[in-house]
């Protein structure tokens, strides 16, 4: 029961965060993108402000629900009288997954701090710099996570 309640918040969260990149990339920024520089990027700051209060809440839900899960497992391995080792795809996951974290935390703390600022001072340049980094940072988390559900599905 704790295991599947785990893999539960672990999959509910990955889907808001990755299902969230998709809908930002795809969808939100293409419309807003028509706007005048001063409408789109406040309208994208405040926007992405909420998204990354949940994403860092499921970003960081997924790492420990992973770490919960593999301990979990590896404890049941042993007191059994196994030897665990962490199957490749489960490795793949944990690996990806620790770097997609890493990205979000610089866009969240570095690339998103930078747009705050520049919107406070009504510099639509540096907050369309800013904007384009947050951008294509996103589409590699996008692209990892996209990465490791197929693994996961296709393993």
């Known amino acids: 029961m704790i295991y599947a309640t785990l893999k539960t918040l672990h999959v509910l969260s990955i889907i808001v965060w990755v299902g969230g990149m998709v809908f930002v990339h795809f969808f ?11 409408v789109r990027l406040r309208l994208m ?33 042993v007191q059994s009288g196994g030897s665990f080792e962490m199957p490749l795809a489960w490795t793949f996951m944990a690996v990806i997954g620790v770097a997609m974290v890493a990205i979000f935390m610089h866009i969240r703390f570095v690339l998103y701090k930078r747009l705050s600022r520049a919107v406070a001072a009504s510099d639509w340049v540096a907050g369309g710099a800013a904007l384009a980094q947050t951008r294509n940072w996103v589409a590699i988390n996008l692209g990892l996570g996209v990465l490791v559900l197929l693994v996961t599905l296709l393993r």
């Open 28 to 38: 939100l920024r293409p419309v807003v993108a028509e706007l005048e520089p001063a």
């Open 45 to 77: 700051h405040d926007v992405l402000g909420r998204f990354f209060q949940t994403v860092l809440a499921a970003s960081l839900l997924t790492l420990v629900t992973g770490v919960w899960m593999l301990g979990r497992v590896a404890k049941q391995v």
